[in-house]
Every structure is written in structure tokens, then in C-alpha cells.
């Protein structure tokens, strides 16, 4: 590439980048609404009912006065009744309020953060945290590991995907939001968590000391097989530097004969990362995906058309702790590119999220569109499902066998013959 063509890419990213933290920033008058009305509660009830009922009209009209008034009714005798004054937190009941609220809804990936889950989430999304290195989700009523972080002690301790949470230190999680779960399982460094889950019907203690988690975004290794060099290309994560990782090896991606891209244990991400990723392997407007809204209003996303890796044979590992980006992109080059997929059926993680700060370090992340593979095949509880599938048992794990891997170099192997 030459120093123009590298000006021009830098010039697309930069647009990429500011566009999705444009729409980080997008405020959300009904959730301002409500906070400010909330916190006049606990002001004195300074409003009058006709000021009280504007308010209303001017966030949400499917909201009546009474709905309004019930809740004031509660707080209101809190304040006066409850035995103990000193454990009534305004600021926290407000917070509690509105949790209520975005729970409600029943989405687990549509959540309201407090200041300090708000930066606990940013941390994650940088890539740095204190925990113990697991990605978790909700599928079919129950908290799955969707993936242990590669080199974490969540990964070191045995934890597989596919693993059912059901205690944190002993105590049941169920009925508990997403985010107040991962809230107990994080902790400081040096600290310990117990872990009970449920594997294959059988259920397993884990206790595993937490640690300061630096979420590696990719690793490239180029093997000699048969007379062939091939790639082999593991994203981890698709964190804010998986890009300028990725981009820095796409040299030595050129230089070999093929590519396996791992995607396995990927919870995913960044969708701007994984839709200039994807670009490398794409002509120019190629689908990376599609986003349907609310109404059903349907959008592509597309290949910014780097297309330098287009023509390299591949396979694609993807597993049950593949979710989210990962799942776009595993997606979006089989059914552009017509590249095979190989492992297990992945997680089903096909909705999109926008993060909207609030007041005071607040934040809130709403569920706004659903995602589809270029040909239309809805990813939401349904997975990427492989075209050849390979199990890797928990005796594999334990072993360091990868009949997957084997299987992938087996097939691009025949590839490139």
C-alpha cells in the first residue's frame, strides 16, 4: 500500500471511529425525563399537579398520572415509615427505580449503569478490568459462559462455554440482573470467587482468584504445512485496538499461501472494528450485515472495500462462546464470500446496542436494532451454525487437543491443493 492509499484509509477509519462516538452520545430525552422527574420526588414534591401531568405529555404519553403518583405514594411513605432512616440512599433508590424500569422490558442486554458500572463497562470495552476473565450472557432463561478470555484465570481454572452460572459464592444468582451478577464476580486483584455452575447436567465448584484482566485483542502465527504458509489468525475480542492490531499484520496476512481465522470464545464487540476487519476481505459495498429497527426499517452496513485478503482461501472456526461480532463476521464472508465454517453452533447473540450517557456518569445500553447476515438469516437465538461441525469435549480441553483446529488446517489444506 502506498503513502496515499494509507492517508485515504486513515481518512475512512477516522470518519468510522467519530460516526459510532456520535452515536454514543445520542441523549435520550424519556430517560433524562424520568431522572429529573424522580429526583424531584425526593426534593419535597415541589410540583404541581399541572406541571406534574406537562411533564408527562412531554416524555411519554402512554404514561398516566396515576402510574406516577403510585410510585411517589411508595417512596413517600418509605421516607416516613421505614424503620431504619439512615439505610434509605435517595440516590440510590433512584438508581434502583430506574433498574426497575429498564428491567422491566426483559431484554438482558438492554441495561441502565450507574456512574460506577458505567466506567466498570467502559474498562471492559478498553480492554483493561479486575476480575476473572469470563464473558456471560442469557440464553433460554438461564446465565451461560459465552467464553473464559483467553490466558485468564477464568481459562486457567476450567471454565468452558456453555457453562450454567448458578451461584456466586454460594448464593443463588437466579432472578438477578445480567450486570448485578458480573458486579459479584468482578472484585479487586489477590481476591477469590467461587463459582458454581452447571456442566452437561452435573454441577462443579470453581473457586478462582481474581486478577487485573488485559483482554488481548488478536494473536498471528504463521505455520508451515505441506509446503504451504498458513495464517493462523486468533481475534479474541473485538476491543477498541483489535483494528490497529489487525492492521499492523495484514503484511504478513498477504504474504501467506491461506488463513484460518479463529473466532472461537469471541464474545465479540466493537461493530466498527469487525466492519473494517471485514473490509479487508470484501469488495467495495459488500454487506457486512443488516440492521432492522424497531420498525422494521431495514439498514446495510457495508464493506468499506480494502479487499486485499479477498482472493486468500480461508476457513472460519467459530464455537458456543462465539457471539455478537463475531457472529457478523463469520457470517457476512460465508455468504459473501462463500467461505466454510467449522466448529460448533455459536452462541445467538444477533441484537445491536447503543450506549447513551446520562446525567452524573450514568449511562444507559438499549437494545435498537436487530441484526441479519447479508442473505437475511437472523443471528438473535438462532447462532451461526457451522458447515462442518466438530466437537471439542472438556477431556480435549484438558489434554490440549483441538480436533477443530486439526480439522481446519485438514480442509484448507485441500483448499490450496
Not at 495484514?250 to 479463529?262: E, M, Q, T
Amino acid at each position: 500500500m502506498n503513502s496515499k492509499e494509507e492517508i485515504d484509509l486513515n481518512k475512512e477509519e477516522t470518519k468510522e471511529v467519530k460516526e459510532v462516538k456520535e452515536e454514543k452520545k445520542t441523549s435520550n430525552s424519556f430517560i433524562v425525563a424520568c431522572v429529573f422527574v424522580l429526583i424531584a420526588f425526593f426534593s419535597g414534591f415541589y410540583f404541581s399537579d399541572s406541571l406534574w401531568q406537562s411533564k408527562i405529555e412531554t416524555s411519554d404519553k402512554e404514561l398516566s398520572k396515576f402510574d406516577l403518583q403510585l410510585l411517589g405514594q411508595v417512596i413517600k411513605e418509605l421516607s416516613a415509615s421505614y424503620v431504619d432512616p439512615s439505610k434509605i440512599e435517595k440516590q440510590k433508590m433512584v438508581y434502583g427505580i430506574i433498574e426497575g424500569a429498564v428491567s422491566s422490558i426483559g431484554d438482558p442486554y438492554t441495561m441502565f449503569f450507574d456512574p460506577q458500572q458505567t466506567k466498570n463497562f467502559k474498562d471492559d470495552i478498553s480492554g483493561t478490568f479486575s476480575g476473572i476473565g469470563v464473558q456471560v450472557g442469557m440464553k433460554n432463561d438461564v446465565l451461560k459462559v459465552i467464553a473464559p478470555i483467553k490466558g485468564t484465570p477464568a481459562e486457567k481454572a476450567g471454565i468452558l462455554p456453555g457453562d450454567i452460572i448458578l451461584q456466586v459464592d454460594k448464593e443463588s444468582i437466579a432472578h438477578l440482573p445480567v450486570d448485578e451478577v458480573v458486579k459479584k464476580i468482578k472484585g479487586t486483584k489477590g481476591t477469590k470467587v467461587n463459582l458454581t455452575i452447571n456442566r452437561s447436567g452435573e454441577t462443579k465448584d470453581f473457586e478462582i482468584e481474581r486478577d487485573i484482566i488485559k483482554v488481548p485483542a488478536m494473536d498471528l502465527k504463521i505455520e508451515n504445512k505441506d509446503g504451504k504458509k498458513i495464517a493462523y489468525l486468533q481475534i479474541f475480542q473485538f476491543s477498541e485496538q483489535v483494528y490497529a492490531d489487525f492492521k499492523r499484520e495484514v503484511p504478513n496476512l498477504k504474504s501467506a499461501d491461506a488463513i484460518i481465522l479463529d473466532l472461537r470464545n469471541n464474545p465479540g464487540g466493537l461493530v466498527d472494528q469487525t466492519k473494517m476487519i471485514a473490509s479487508w476481505f470484501m469488495k467495495k459495498d459488500d454487506i457486512v450485515l443488516t440492521q432492522q429497527d424497531r420498525n422494521n426499517n431495514k439498514d446495510n452496513v457495508v464493506s468499506l472495500g480494502y479487499d486485499e485478503l479477498r482472493s486468500k482461501p480461508m476457513v472460519i472456526l467459530v464455537n458456543e462462546g462465539s457471539a455478537s461480532a463475531s457472529e457478523i463476521l463469520a457470517g457476512s464472508l460465508r455468504d459473501n464470500n462463500g467461505i466454510k465454517i467449522i466448529g460448533k453452533k455459536s452462541f445467538g447473540k444477533g441484537s445491536v446496542q447503543k450506549v447513551v450517557d446520562l446525567d452524573e456518569g450514568s449511562s444507559l445500553k438499549v437494545t435498537i436494532a436487530k441484526w441479519f447476515t447479508p442473505k437475511g438469516v437472523a443471528i438473535q437465538d438462532v447462532g451461526i451454525v457451522p458447515d462442518i461441525e466438530v466437537e471439542r469435549t472438556e477431556d480435549d480441553y484438558k489434554n490440549n487437543k483441538d480436533p477443530q483446529l486439526d480439522k481446519a488446517y485438514e480442509e484448507i489444506i485441500k483448499i490450496t491443493k
